[in-house]
Structure formats: structure tokens, C-alpha cells
């Protein structure tokens, strides 16, 4: 899974493509107390954290 985020944010100019093009996935950014996290559109799971360098 952090293989997949990691290459879409790549491949993105911008952090909005990015959340878009993981949504075509069924996945979704989450800001948190804890930080941001990955989680499943369908169902809101928490899915995993986010690198500190990802958090911008």
C-alpha cells in the first residue's frame, strides 16, 4: 500500500491530483491528531500512517 501512495505522489504535481488519483484507487487522505493517514473510502478504515515527509 505505501509503495502505491509513494508512487502516485511522484507522479502528481500537485498534493490535490495526488488525493485525486488515490481516490481512483478507493483510498483517501486523512488529517488526524496523530498525523495523516491512508484510509478506505468505502468503509473509513485507517489504513496506515504517512512518512513525516508526506505531511506538507
Not at 9 to 34: C, F, N, P, Q
Not at 37 to 47: K, M, N, W, Y
Amino acid at each position: 500500500m505505501m509503495d502505491l501512495v509513494l508512487r502516485e505522489r511522484r507522479m502528481a504535481v500537485s498534493e490535490r491530483e495526488w488525493k485525486h488519483r488515490l481516490r481512483g484507487y478507493g483510498y483517501a487522505i486523512r488529517d488526524t491528531d496523530e498525523g495523516r493517514v491512508v484510509t478506505s473510502i468505502l468503509r473509513g478504515d485507517a489504513l496506515c500512517g504517512l512518512p513525516a515527509q508526506l505531511v506538507a
